[in-house]
């Protein structure tokens, strides 16, 4: 009886037959950004790539599907995902000679349960005619009372966002971060809305002076024909140049506990950390590459060099849940 | 013919369909129930009341905006002959077609500071800067609820103009004679007979609009909903979502509530055959060209602006945009719209049908069962079903353990969780036009065609299937649309190499780049008006 049900599902099904050669990635990265890397992953290696691209859930499906799951990577677009997957056990360690040597020891967990793709910071934008350029800015100082209805943000849960107002909270403590996020949310032009490039436009049509943002944006919006406009209205700044250093997310990439193809997912994962891809995120993305020695875009290179806020993700990412609960405090969005 | 009290089919079938389709809702509320929660409170203490409000207040805004809009319309085009009248009658219907994120991205692009009505503004007065003048801002509470009632008021207009239609013309024509205005015979006669149908669009409405998301998120407008997913995905607690999700039920609850008062009142049975177009009114002159604005108006703002711009961004960006995957994702949207719409008509049918044969106290409660998924934001219903679906999976993995064969995630994985969910979703739909139809057929014909030796299936097959041809229709229709825009579900249960129209154009639009995904944008448009057609010319043809 059994095996005869047994026989019927496979015959309907087309599930058995797993092919060999295949990886199925579960990304929080839009495939156009990725896309072009997936391919050039298959055309060296003969390994077909699967994807489902979602901006939320994606944790909870894993989640949910347990151990007859097929997701063997999960891509994400920063560091909050990744230890939140590690802190479910849902994640199997990376055990590669190839990716320790190419990624520092600080953008990937001692134990191997992720490892960081790209680096992005978080910059403020200031508006060309208005502001000019400030290279001694703080993050502290966006709380200051001279620039109120002056400061743009998206909303405060971003993960962007949260990460960090979760840096505060690491370097400064609770109260005063509260404190520092009033102040914020007393300076800002409009209630929070849009995605970072929205903020640029923002500046640009004079809503705002300043604007939080990601880095590769403002690469991206000088390649856009209609998003040039907003980019050129505005300087991009390093924050904490003087102190700390300007906080830093990362993208990165988990292997999952119940991966059927972990040979497969950890050829992506070197492949990801190496030369040809480590390039393609730098010249493609904007972003800025982890693997040490990988020439940067020539946009992102004339922006300068910076000092970047050396305390580890890890730390930070302790300090997510009570960065989003200070939002919600504040009523940062409302 | 009272039947016997044992279990009949029909109250079998009836039941198995409304447990079957509350069963992930059953999951979620045990999840809710699941110990304290401490993410609950602290939102409780902050930020909660505050999304409660803006949910009521753009509940109500969208429902009595949809009514404004639509009622006047329904009327119209039922009664009145005036110019353009055979176009209007289905093209507004058109803005069902358009998802309301797309029509929020849109309107946002024209209308910003930044956006050419604007800019023409500012060089028409020589206004300088922001401060020099005030001009609306759209992304607010007001501008969502604008927005999503532009969308949604097609339901209204649609269910209230086939209640006109179905209604006896007699009473009209009898308050004509009594010399009543046209006005008084809307409010004394047309709207009270349609109370029924009337509230249970509006019901429809409060929870599409409840479960809306893309819209309120890109507006920065924050409810209930947008609660939901911050609390699931930003505070990892199900729990917490799953009891946000509760206050959502209340709501839900309420809505019903409301619908089912209605009802109790309605004991109109009369069907008019031949309904065609014999009109009451003819608007001549002045009061046509009246009408004919106001038609206009509401399909220009809710439909022609912003496919419009969609067709001037596919044209600009036409190099970017062109993708020879559209018809490999609009074949897909297709495909899962169509068999989740057939599947929702038919157990939408049967379920109604054991109400109506089996009158009790429990009868309502199958039917009633199965719309709760309505209420619920997508991306709660997907975790919602995967509760379930998993969980058999895992237990028949562990019994064919050992049998050769390991089937994996054989429900959860695969096409069968996006059809599950969607029917759960949107079975609400179809069940509220299936049951407004069948309300108006008189009982005396049940009678009739069981006195005559028809046996109950018989009678729903052969007499009740061809008067109901049109509200079933209509239902499968709706649902059908639905499917294509749906985007939360879809974007967390698709299997892997699995695309919609909505899940492409939407990854677009999370990056404020709707322009590259322009012709997805409009293929989603296209494809729901190939059913909007079809579905009105069998209509004209049944007449």
Redesign the interface.
């Known amino acids: 009886m ?2 005869a ?3 019927l ?2 015959a309907v ?1 087309s ?2 037959a ?1 092919a060999a050669d295949e990886v ?1 990635i579960y990304s929080y990265r ?3 950004l990725i896309q072009p890397i997936l391919d050039d992953f298959t055309k060296q290696t003969g390994i077909k790539t ?12 894993v989640k ?3 151990k ?3 997701a063997d990577l999960v891509l994400t677009s920063n560091f909050s995902a990744m230890i ?1 997957l590690e802190e479910l056990g849902l994640t199997n360690p990376i055990d590669s000679d190839t990716v320790d040597k190419n990624i520092p020891a600080s953008f990937r967990d001692p134990d191997g349960h992720w490892v960081a793709l790209t680096k992005r910071v978080r910059n403020v934008y200031s508006s060309k005619d208005r502001a000019g350029k400030l290279t001694s800015l703080s993050y502290e100082e966006l709380a200051d009372p001279k620039y109120k209805g002056k400061i743009c943000t998206r ?1 405060g ?1 971003h993960p962007y966002n ?1 990460g960090l107002v979760a840096s505060m909270i690491a370097h400064h403590g609770e109260a005063e971060t509260k404190t520092w996020l009033q102040g914020v949310k007393a300076n800002l032009a ?6 970072d ?2 903020q640029v ?2 500046v ?4 705002c002076d300043l604007a939080l943002g990601n880095s590769y944006y403002f690469g991206k919006m000088l390649e ?1 024909s ?1 998003q040039k406009a907003w980019a050129d209205a505005v300087y991009i700044n390093f924050p904490n140049q003087s102190d700390r250093g300007s906080h830093l997310n990362v993208s990165g990439v988990v292997m999952t506990k119940y991966s059927k193809n972990k040979e497969n997912a950890l050829k992506l994962i070197e492949f990801m950390t190496d030369n040809k891809a480590q390039n393609m995120y730098a010249s493609m993305n904007m972003e800025y590459p982890v693997k040490p020695g990988v020439e940067l875009s020539k946009l992102v290179a004339s922006w300068g060099t910076f000092k970047e806020d050396s305390l580890p993700l890890s730390e930070i990412s302790k300090y997510r ?1 009570m960065a ?2 200070l939002i ?2 504040v ?1 940062f ?2 | 013919m009272q039947l016997k009290q044992s279990l009949s089919p029909w109250q079998c079938m009836a039941w198995l369909i409304g447990i079957g389709l509350s069963i992930p809702l059953a999951f979620l509320i045990f999840e809710a129930l699941q110990g304290e929660s401490e993410v609950f409170s602290h939102l409780w203490q902050s930020v909660l009341w505050d999304y409660t409000r803006n949910t009521i207040v753009l509940i109500a805004g969208v429902v009595v905006l949809s009514a404004f809009i639509a009622l006047p319309l329904g009327w119209l085009t039922a009664y009145c002959r005036f110019p353009g009248k055979r176009v209007f009658e289905w093209a507004l219907m058109l803005p069902l077609a358009l998802p309301a994120y797309i029509i929020a991205y849109v309107y946002t692009d024209l209308l910003d500071y930044a956006g050419p009505v604007q800019i023409w503004l500012r060089q028409q007065f020589g206004w300088q800067g922001p401060d020099d003048y005030w001009f609306f801002d759209l992304r607010t509470l007001p501008g969502a609820i604008v927005m999503i009632a532009l969308v949604l008021y097609p339901y209204l207009y649609l269910i209230f103009k086939t209640a006109l239609r179905e209604q006896s013309f007699k009473l009209v024509q009898a308050s004509q004679l009594m010399g009543m205005s046209p006005a008084q015979s809307f409010f004394k006669v047309s709207l009270p007979l349609s109370r029924g149908a009337i509230v249970a669009a509006l019901a429809l409405i409060s929870m599409e609009t409840m479960a809306d998301f893309a819209t309120v998120h890109y507006f920065a407008v924050s409810t209930l909903t947008t609660a939901v997913y911050d609390t699931w995905l930003g505070y990892y607690s199900l729990t917490a979502a799953a009891k946000i999700s509760g206050i959502m039920l209340l709501f839900l609850f309420v809505a019903l509530l409301l619908e089912r008062m209605s009802r109790k009142t309605q004991v109109v049975h009369e069907r008019q055959s031949g309904v065609n177009d014999t009109h009451l009114y003819d608007l001549t002159g002045y009061q046509g060209w009246l009408a004919w604005g106001f038609c206009m108006l509401i399909l220009s703002v809710a439909f022609f602006v912003p496919v419009g711009i969609l067709l001037n961004y596919a044209w600009h960006y036409f190099e970017q945009a062109w993708n020879a995957e559209f018809f490999n994702y609009a074949l897909q949207s297709l495909q899962i719209s169509l068999y989740v719409s057939v599947i929702a008509m038919l157990v939408s049918l049967l379920v109604v049908y054991y109400q109506r044969i089996e009158p009790g106290k429990l009868t309502n409660l199958p039917g009633r069962f199965a719309s709760t998924g309505y209420a619920l934001p997508g991306t709660v219903l997907a975790i919602a079903v995967l509760l379930p679906l998993t969980l058999i999976d895992t237990k028949l993995n562990e019994w064919l353990d050992g049998s050769g064969f390991e089937p994996g995630l054989l429900l959860s994985g695969t096409l069968f969780a996006m059809i599950f969910a969607y029917v759960v979703r949107f079975y609400a739909i179809a069940h509220g036009a299936v049951e407004s139809s069948f309300v108006r057929i008189s009982p005396s014909i049940d009678m009739a065609s069981l006195s005559l030796g028809k046996g109950r299936f018989q009678t729903l097959t052969q007499v009740h299937m061809p008067l109901l041809k049109r509200g079933l229709l209509t239902a499968g229709l709706l649902v059908f649309i639905e499917c294509m825009k749906e985007l939360p579900a879809a974007l967390l249960l698709r299997p892997f190499n699995f695309e919609t129209l909505a899940t492409h154009v939407y990854q677009y639009v999370s990056d404020e780049q709707l322009e590259l995904a322009s012709i997805s944008a409009l293929f989603i448009v296209l494809v729901g008006l190939v059913p909007l057609y079809w579905v009105n010319r069998s209509m004209e043809q049944h007449n």
């Open positions: 059994k095996s049900i047994a026989t599902l496979a099904t599930l058995s797993v199925n839009q495939p156009f699967n994807v489902v691209f979602a901006k939320k859930g994606l944790i909870e499906r949910r599907e347990g007859h799951g097929r939140q909303s849960k949260l409009r209630k929070p809305q849009g995605n490039r929205a436009k923002a640009k049509e004079g809503l856009d209609k849940p989003l609960k919600d405090e009523k969005d409302l």
